[in-house]
């Protein structure tokens, strides 16, 4: 089990348009699989809405807090459309076990939430960290077969024995993923420790960290890819949800190093809070009208809100991309100084695919839309 946070430098998208995460989540190297079905049945999977296979979709982990909502890291949803998102709550062998699936009726990012920029490598969002980084993801329908995992009152002190459950990356081939559910046991540290292991801006006040100091299963548990938002247990209550790893400080899957937590406890009246505030929520795709020969005007229109499952933006901002798949992955890359909702198609754009993208933000978080991609003859 090797864990590395979710990047947030470049989009990747779903073939029907869903923004699903900047660059891949962190996942465990290391740990043993889960194979009693009465553990962990509250873990939960993010994952792009499709046809193909869940282990080829899944993207982050979570922990199903209450029947109707997942917690999950904040980085994870940030900029990502949730109608083109699904949950699946109690899937413990990717491949073959969807577990109870759910759509999404709403999200709402912890107030606070930032990306921090390492001091040491500023322009390098691998190596950046992450304060307040949570969100609540609230589910269409309840799950009512799981009982939920509640979150901890308070903080485990510097020593505590935790649990660390996830799905990600392995750090080795072939089997690059945990296909199947993975436990990891680490120990919580004290401030001077977490702040000691990486140059990167830990905000103690939200994130907590812990190491495996013995090894589990021969290997040492790390973070790696595929697991942001996965939960740290203790004593039966979620006690952190993994933001970020090693990468922040050089390291690759399967070096020992802290893995960095976000600190539910700090934050459970607001996990809780009965009327959270929902961050917009897409209607549809936008569109895209016009000609796409070489001089002629491509104009995009934002989708219509959904009302009764976002709040309403208080910005939109539109831009443009050249897109590529990637078997169900679209992946966009930013058309230079391509802003605003029209575009003038210029010749070097001649022979590709161009989409436009919609961002929409509010109190409760930033969500980003992608159009159906026209061809440029």
């Not at 499709?50 to 282990?55: A, K, R, S």
């Not at 539910?264 to 895209?288: D, I, K, N, Q, S």
Request: glycine share 12%; charged share 15%; proline share 9%.
């Amino acid at each position: 089990m090797t864990i590395t946070r979710l990047r947030v430098a470049a989009a990747v998208l779903g073939t029907a348009g869903a923004l699903v995460a900047a660059v891949p989540a962190a996942a465990m190297s290391g740990g043993q699989p889960v194979t009693d079905p009465g553990t962990a049945p509250w873990v939960a999977t993010l994952a792009l809405r499709g046809d193909g296979g869940l282990l080829q979709r899944a993207g982050c982990g979570g922990a199903l807090i209450a029947p109707d909502r997942v917690l999950t890291a904040a980085h994870c949803l940030d900029g990502v459309d949730p109608s083109r998102q699904e949950v699946h709550v109690d899937a413990r062998t990717l491949s073959k076990d969807p577990g109870e699936v759910r759509g999404i009726r709403g999200v709402s990012v912890l107030p606070g939430y930032r990306i921090i920029p390492s001091p040491a490598n500023p322009d390098d969002p691998n190596d950046a960290s992450a304060a307040n980084d949570l969100a609540v993801v609230l589910l269409d329908r309840p799950v009512t077969d799981v009982a939920p995992l509640p979150v901890a009152r308070h903080r485990p002190a510097a020593g505590t024995a935790v649990s660390f459950f996830a799905h990600g990356t392995t750090g080795h081939t072939p089997d690059w993923r945990d296909d199947v559910l993975h436990r990891g046991e680490l120990t919580t540290l004290d401030a001077g420790a977490c702040t000691a292991g990486t140059p990167a801006t830990v905000d103690t006040a939200s994130v907590l960290c812990a190491r495996d100091s013995n090894g589990s299963g021969g290997a040492t548990v790390t973070g790696c890819f595929q697991d942001s938002g996965s939960p740290l247990v203790q004593g039966g209550a979620l006690v952190g949800v993994f933001s970020f790893g090693g990468e922040t400080a050089g390291r690759s899957c399967g070096e020992p190093s802290a893995a960095y937590f976000a600190d539910p406890a700090a934050f459970r009246a607001w996990a809780y809070a009965p009327a959270l505030p929902r961050e917009p929520y897409p209607g549809g795709a936008p569109t895209v009208t016009g000609s796409p020969a070489v001089g002629g005007t491509l104009h995009c229109t934002a989708p219509a809100w959904n009302r009764a499952r976002g709040g309403n933006p208080t910005t939109i901002r539109y831009s443009w991309a050249t897109v590529t798949t990637a078997g169900p992955f679209t992946i966009p890359t930013p058309i230079a100084g391509a802003e605003g909702p029209d575009l003038t198609v210029e010749p070097d754009l001649s022979g590709t695919w161009v989409a436009c993208l919609v961002t929409a933000a509010n109190g409760a978080g930033t969500v980003t839309a992608l159009s159906t991609a026209v061809s440029v003859p």
